[in-house]
């Protein structure tokens, strides 16, 4: 399995709602990224989490916590949002580290925030 | 911090031309490139990279070279194909878990 997943595909939601983002990789990699893309702009890293543990956080705001409960699984909870939140959410992956590794994307989640 | 800067934003060649996007990096401790292509609606793929130890790469129609002196490294697509339409990023890595990414540049093939 060569796949990063992620569910859901597509959420709309309130600024009062609470959501959680999956993401999930059966490839054994030490290290699970989310980052936020804005359209016709790059992707922002906002955490990396290595070996189950945070080892970055980009300074980013509370309503979004990220969570590792395995090392499969990487969640991001969201509460609060504002519209400007809206994005493309993508998760990835890598085994190693960068100098000797790819890092694979999943196919995101778009989030929409009314 | 490192920064990446990535020119041209837009670019629009002949089908059957040559594409090449250019990137600087500021960081010289970075040592590895990747580049990435991203289509509409779909997630970021990585299309080559290269490492600090090498000069130039090639993948059949695509190949990337790296001036480490002058830190800069570009990205080539010869004979373009309307599949090569995309934002391509570049990207740097200067520690072992950040990927710093250029702006992007959307490349239009034209008939």
């Known amino acids: 399995d060569t796949e990063v997943t992620q569910t859901p595909k597509h959420l709309v939601m309130g600024m009062t709602n609470k959501k959680s983002l999956k993401c999930e990789q059966h490839?054994?990699?030490?290290?699970m990224y989310w980052y936020k893309q804005k359209a016709k702009k790059p992707p922002e890293l906002m955490f990396v989490?290595?070996?189950?543990?945070?080892?970055i956080n980009e300074s980013v705001p509370s309503r979004f916590s990220p969570e590792c409960p395995n090392s499969s699984l990487l969640n991001l909870h969201l509460h609060a949002l504002q519209p400007e939140d809206s994005a493309l959410y993508l998760c990835?992956?890598?085994?190693?580290?960068?100098?000797?590794?790819?890092?694979?994307f999943g196919p995101g989640t778009r989030l929409t925030v009314l | 911090g490192e920064n990446v800067e990535q020119h041209p934003s837009t670019l629009s060649v002949q089908e059957g031309d040559s594409a090449v996007i250019k990137c600087t990096y500021s960081?010289?401790?970075?040592?590895?490139f990747p580049w990435y292509k991203q289509e509409l609606g779909k997630r970021p793929q990585l299309i080559i990279d290269?490492?600090?130890?090498?000069g130039e790469k090639k993948d059949q129609r695509i190949a990337v070279t790296l001036n480490k002196t002058a830190k800069h490294f570009s990205l080539h697509i010869t004979e373009t194909q309307p599949e090569d339409s995309a934002v391509y990023f570049c990207?740097?890595?200067?520690?072992?878990?950040?990927?710093?990414f250029g702006k992007g540049t959307r490349l239009h093939i034209l008939p």
């Open positions: 990835a992956s890598m085994e190693g580290s960068l100098g000797t590794d790819t890092q694979y």
């Open positions: 490839m054994g990699h030490r290290a």
């Open positions: 989490y290595s070996y189950e543990k945070l080892s």
């Open positions: 960081d010289s401790a970075s040592n590895y």
């Open positions: 290269i490492r600090s130890n090498v």
């Open positions: 990207a740097a890595s200067n520690r072992d878990d950040k990927i710093i």
